[in-house]
């Protein structure tokens, strides 16, 4: 399968997924303390290289990604809901997109807000300051208050890269650096 058509598929079951957890957590007045619990849950995913390796390799059984993530949801603390979410997506063998359907229940949830959603990544963390005078950047482009989900990878080696809706800024040390070396392969 070509890889744009694997990308719309796991978007595809991403949405699906996440607009039913969205519609539930509306219903107990969860969406907050539900986006808190997917955060916690992204961040152990991001600093556990077996637990990416659980969740992205088709070599785990069904039974044994249920068994995992039910452990780890426990032991973490994460709420029934999320708990409950996570346990049906182990099952149906969908774990593989779990980072997809975290990024549209973020998304969906600042649409109800009235918000905008950004993705960011930096090469390392933000401070509060930071956070802040990139939301101001973004509300004055946007016109409007902007949710801000930052991820961290070290691989970029500095700037950031900011995703808003179908919109890109890369400012990465990394691509500024291979534009510079095909720009050098052109010129020699």
């Known amino acids: 399968m070509p ?5 719309q598929l796991i978007s595809g ?4 997924y996440a607009s039913s957890l969205f519609e539930l957590a509306l219903e107990a007045n969860a969406v907050d303390a539900v986006g808190a619990d997917l955060g916690r849950f992204e961040a152990m995913i991001q600093s556990s290289d077996d637990l990416k390796r659980l969740v992205l390799s ?3 059984s069904a039974e044994d990604q249920l068994n ?3 452990a ?3 032991k973490a603390g994460l709420g029934a809901m999320v708990a409950n979410f996570l346990k049906v997506v182990a ?10 359907m975290i990024s549209a229940y973020r998304q969906i949830a600042a649409r109800h807000r009235g918000e905008v959603a950004a993705e960011v990544t930096s090469a390392h963390a933000l401070t509060a300051e930071q956070e802040k005078e990139l939301k101001d ?4 482009v946007t016109g409007k208050d902007v949710a801000v989900s930052v991820t961290v990878d070290p691989s970029i080696l500095g700037g950031l890269i900011v995703k808003v809706g179908s919109r890109q800024i890369d400012t990465s040390l990394r691509t500024k650096l291979s534009t510079l070396k095909l720009a050098l392969k052109e010129v020699g």
């Open 3 to 7: 890889v744009a058509d694997t990308s």
């Open 58 to 60: 088709p070599v785990f």
């Open 137 to 140: 950047a973004l509300k004055g």
């Open 68 to 70: 995992a993530i039910s």
């Open 72 to 74: 780890l949801a426990e």
């Open 91 to 100: 099952g149906n063998r969908r774990l593989f997109a779990v980072s997809g």
């Open 13 to 16: 079951v991403a949405e699906r």
